[in-house]
Structure formats: structure tokens, C-alpha cells
């Protein structure tokens, strides 16, 4: 039975070697700018270096409050979950402005 199913498989994989039916072409997409500027803060070169590759002013904005330990955590998953190039000496200068900015009153309150 065995030997069977093993000359079943060979028989299927013998076909494998033609091209495979799709074809795969280079795509981009432009993505349209940011009407919002990060505000001034300790920390926001670090940020503007290291996160808007990936995360937009008005992304990282519109993030829930959250306390340092938080952020550092957040900070932390983004560079060996999604392995993001974040520089190790800019960590601190990251959580503090994103602390920062979290702490100032919003605008029209």
C-alpha cells in the first residue's frame, strides 16, 4: 500500500515541471501625504527617523493612551515581532516623545 501512494506522488510530481499558469508583475502604489505634521516634543527626530517609514503622523497620533511601560513594550514588539530597524539608542528618545505628545491637552479641549 505504501508503495502505492509513494509511485502515486512521483507519478503527480513528474508534471510539476512546467510553468506555473500565473504570472506575477511589479506593482507600486503611491500613497498620499500626511495633511498632519508630528508636534514638536523631546524625542521627535527619534521618532521621525525611526517610525514614519512605516507609521504616519496621523497614525501614531491617534494612539490610545497608554503608560511608558506600555510603550516601551510597543517599541520592543515592533522591533522583534515585525522586526522594524529601529536604532537601540533611539528607544528611550522614541517612548518619551510618544509619552510626551500623549500627555498635552488636545487641541480644541
Not at 43 to 50: C, L, S, T, Y
Not at 66 to 87: F, H, N, Q
Request: net charge negative; charged share 25%.
Amino acid at each position: 500500500m505504501k508503495r502505492i501512494a509513494i509511485l502515486s506522488a512521483l507519478a503527480l510530481l513528474a508534471g510539476c515541471d512546467n510553468d506555473p499558469a500565473v504570472v506575477f508583475e511589479d506593482a507600486g502604489i503611491i500613497l498620499p501625504d500626511d495633511p498632519i505634521d508630528l508636534p514638536e516634543g523631546p524625542g521627535r527626530d527619534a521618532v521621525i527617523e525611526n517610525c514614519t517609514a512605516c507609521h504616519s503622523p496621523s497614525t501614531m497620533l491617534q494612539q490610545p493612551k497608554v503608560s511608558r511601560e506600555k510603550w516601551e513594550s510597543i517599541v520592543g514588539k515592533m522591533k522583534t515581532l515585525y522586526k522594524a530597524p529601529v536604532d537601540d539608542a533611539a528607544v528611550p528618545a522614541i517612548v518619551d516623545y510618544m509619552v510626551h505628545v500623549q500627555s498635552q491637552p488636545e487641541p480644541g479641549v
